[in-house]
Structure formats: C-alpha cells, structure tokens
C-alpha cells in the first residue's frame, strides 16, 4: 500500500497513519522504498510512546517528509492503521540536525469518534501540563540522535488545519 498517498482528508476529517502505536518503546518509520514500516529507533530506558505517533498522508512539511501527528486517545493500534481524525492544536517546532536547521512541527489530533476524548476540540482544552509532558517528551524521545529541539509555540485548530492544508498542497506540487 503507499501510504504516502492516501488522501489527507475524509470529508472534514483527516486521515491520519500510525507509524509508531502508544506504547511503543521504538520508533518506527514508514519506508516507501520497500512498502513496509521499519524500527526507527529504540527509545531510552523507560521511555514509550504516549499516544500514536504517524503522519497525514499526501502532505508535505518543511522536513521533507508527510507533516508528523500525534493522535491522542486510549485505544490499541498498529503500524499502518489508518485513523480518521479531528485536527486540535499544532506545537512549532524548530529542529536542528547535522547542522541544518528546519521546522518539524507536531500535530495533535484525537479520533473523530472518540467519546473520551471528544471534549478535546482546540488548544485551549489541552491542559498546560499535558503540552509540558508532551515537550518532555518530544525531548527524550530525540535522546541518542543529534536532533536539537526548540519549541517555538502552540497555536490552535484553525493553525493546524491551516498546516496541514498547506504541506498538502505542497506535496501536490512535487
């Protein structure tokens, strides 16, 4: 399946595909080149995955790869399901890497049929410690690479749906 090319939207949700599943103590990583998804990287020592980590397909970010998703919900999942999503807040990020510095912003989402997380709907019912817990975590997580992370800020909805919208179209012009 090429994943790479799903459609990014499923009338006003968006289609989001799971790489790595929450609780995974890896990273794993979509490869087109063999169709399948590969182990990444190990995490540190006690470190997991706290929600399912993936990407909306047929976009384009500014790293070169389909923009990253977090989608935040309770429920089990594997590498290469596809979950049809709200869109709910965007954290910037800029990350350095082997000397290149670009934006490798997160997405966050929760699954449009989630009934325990159907409250989440914007930034704003994100709690602030939950953002704190999830740069901790996007920190930890790059421990054992040369990423360097700077978080420049969290936006709202309309911010990601405006991202998402865009690396879309940038993806259609490659």
């Known amino acids: 399946m090429d994943y790479l090319n799903l459609p990014t939207r499923n009338g ?8 790595t599943p929450r609780g995974s103590r890896a990273k794993f990583k979509f490869e087109p080149k ?18 399912d980590w993936g990407f909306v397909p047929s976009t384009r970010a500014d790293d070169g790869d ?7 919900h309770d429920a089990v999942s594997y590498p290469g399901m596809i979950i049809r999503c709200r869109a709910i807040a965007i954290l910037e990020v800029r990350q350095t890497e ?11 989402f929760v699954p449009k ?3 325990r997380q159907e409250t989440l709907d914007d ?6 410690q939950m953002r704190d817990e999830l740069e ?21 909805r309309a911010d990601a749906i405006t ?10 012009s490659h």
């Open 12 to 19: 006003q949700n968006f289609n989001v595909v799971v790489e």
């Open 34 to 51: 063999i169709g399948t998804f590969v182990m990444s990287r190990p995490l540190a020592l006690g470190l997991h995955y706290p929600f």
């Open 66 to 72: 389909p923009i990253d998703a977090l989608v935040i």
């Open 98 to 108: 082997k000397g290149l510095t670009r934006r490798n912003d997160r997405i966050m």
């Open 113 to 115: 049929t989630s009934r």
């Open 123 to 128: 930034l704003r019912s994100l709690s602030s």
């Open 136 to 156: 901790r975590f996007f920190v930890a997580s790059t421990i054992g690479t040369e990423k360097k992370l700077e978080f420049l800020g969290w936006r709202g």
């Open 163 to 172: 991202a998402i919208d865009t690396a879309a179209r940038e993806h259609l």
